[in-house]
């Protein structure tokens, strides 16, 4: 069974600075990572995949890189709307799917 | 489109059945697979199960003796069942496309079912 972690649990940063999130996994998945936004009391939102694709319409502020055991997900400039909980999933273990406890980004 | 439908609360030890529409494509398309994901009040998201339209299923381990999904193609339609609930099945239930296998790229609204009497 895949163990992912994601830290730090609560990012308090300022509009215009940057987020950085960790996730790490307990074995490798080699790319088979994505990163979902999800905002509160709304359904999550596929940003990335295969670690660093960005999904279609999102701005290009998101981005994603790592790949074996350590992920980052970069907000470069952060945006008020931004303003989320964000969490991983690794899909390099199918059949079965797991996701990351989640990163709460609050804006200073 | 995913549009879910089903009862808010249901009791214990009885079983939870959920349907997603799926709108906008067909659920029989080959690039896809299609699934259940839940997330517990104030909580992060675990996987249930996932389908294709042949008919393959996979489930959570953790779920698997009591767990069923579902294709209706001809309705375009996705369902869950989970039998004997309980309080720890409390949960906004999503279903969701999922690109082949891998990741899921569209969800569902949520619906919120809480398990009690």
């Known amino acids: 069974e895949i163990v992912m972690t994601q830290s730090p649990a609560t990012l308090s940063v300022s509009p215009g600075e940057r987020a950085t999130l960790s996730c790490r996994t307990s074995?490798?998945?080699?790319?088979?990572l994505a990163w979902y936004q999800q905002e509160l009391g709304q359904a999550p939102r596929l940003l990335i995949y295969?670690?660093?694709t960005r999904a279609a319409g999102i701005p290009a502020r998101f981005s994603g890189s790592g790949s074996d055991t350590e992920f980052t997900l970069t907000i470069s400039s952060l945006q008020s709307e931004d303003s989320a909980v964000y969490y991983c999933?690794?899909?390099?273990?199918?059949?079965?799917?797991?996701f990351g406890g989640g990163t709460k980004v609050e804006i200073k | 489109q995913l549009q879910q439908s089903g009862p808010g609360l249901v009791k214990p030890s009885e079983t939870l059945s959920l349907t997603c529409i799926v709108s906008?494509?067909?659920?029989?398309?080959?690039?896809?697979?299609w699934g259940w994901i839940r997330q517990p009040p104030g909580k992060g998201l675990e996987w249930i199960a996932s389908?294709?339209?042949?008919?393959?299923?996979y489930y959570n381990p953790s779920l698997r003796s009591r767990v069923a999904i579902s294709v209706d193609a001809s309705k375009n339609q996705l369902s869950l069942k989970l039998n004997s609930v309980t309080a720890a099945d409390t949960a906004v239930y999503y279903c969701?496309?999922?690109?082949?296998?891998?990741?899921?790229?569209?969800w569902g609204q949520g619906t919120l079912v809480t398990v009690s009497s």
């Open positions: 969701a496309r999922q690109y082949d296998w891998k990741y899921p790229d569209y």
């Open positions: 906008g494509g067909s659920i029989s398309s080959t690039y896809y697979y």
């Open positions: 389908m294709y339209y042949t008919g393959s299923t």
């Open positions: 074995h490798s998945v080699a790319s088979n």
């Open positions: 295969g670690a660093s």
């Open positions: 999933q690794e899909y390099n273990n199918w059949p079965q799917l797991t």
